[in-house]
């Protein structure tokens, strides 16, 4: 896992590859868990020393992604946690991962520090586009901050099909 600075990045939009929902395991807080718990069942969570999680199928991936026409498609629409919303990217208020210049985004009167896991292969690296640095990134940093829940840079473009805004595998 390695983290890349947000002024590395022209772009990012989710191609619905489904890595990121096969690969790691999802972190809920409490609300999120009681959801999921009260709609779903106990069994689609697990318990960590002191974290709950969304459980793996066997072959690792989470057991709400589907396959769906060569791509992947989130079953957990509208109660989608936001470690899944938010992910590739890292949004702190300190620059965890160095490169602090470059990570540095000033938004809202606060300073926040971005950073992108490089696995996602939806991004593209170069000097940021004006539509990622004033639009998709404003829009991670409000779900961040709590300002914000809908999705609509943050997700795949394969969900303008309007599949109740399923998110294509992971993160759109
Ligand atoms: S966010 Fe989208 S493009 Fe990136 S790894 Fe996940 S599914 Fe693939
Ligand atoms: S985006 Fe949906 S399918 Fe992917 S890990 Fe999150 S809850 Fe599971």
Excluded at 32 to 51: D, H, I, P, Q, S
Excluded at 60 to 74: E, I, M, P, R
Excluded at 103 to 127: E, H, I, K, P, W
């Amino acid at each position: 896992m390695q983290f890349v600075p947000w002024q590395n990045i022209s772009d990012w939009n989710c191609t619905a590859c489904g890595y990121c929902c096969k690969l790691y395991s999802v972190v809920l807080n409490f609300p999120e868990w009681l959801r999921l718990v009260k709609t779903f069942g106990a069994e689609t969570t697990v318990a960590g020393l002191n974290r709950f999680y969304i459980k793996r199928a066997d072959d690792g991936a989470c057991t709400f992604l589907c396959h769906f026409g060569g791509s992947y498609l989130c079953g957990l629409q509208h109660m989608k946690p936001v470690a899944c919303k938010l992910w590739p990217f890292k949004i702190l208020s300190e620059p965890k991962y160095g490169h602090a210049s470059r990570a540095q985004f000033n938004y809202r009167s606060r300073t926040l520090f971005v950073y992108a896991d490089s696995m996602c292969s939806g991004l593209r690296y170069g000097a940021p586009t004006w539509e990622f640095t004033f639009s998709t990134l404003r829009e991670f940093a409000d779900i961040a901050l709590g300002m914000r829940q809908a999705q609509c840079k943050t997700t795949s473009n394969l969900s303008s099909g309007r599949l109740c805004g399923l998110r294509w595998s992971g993160f759109w």
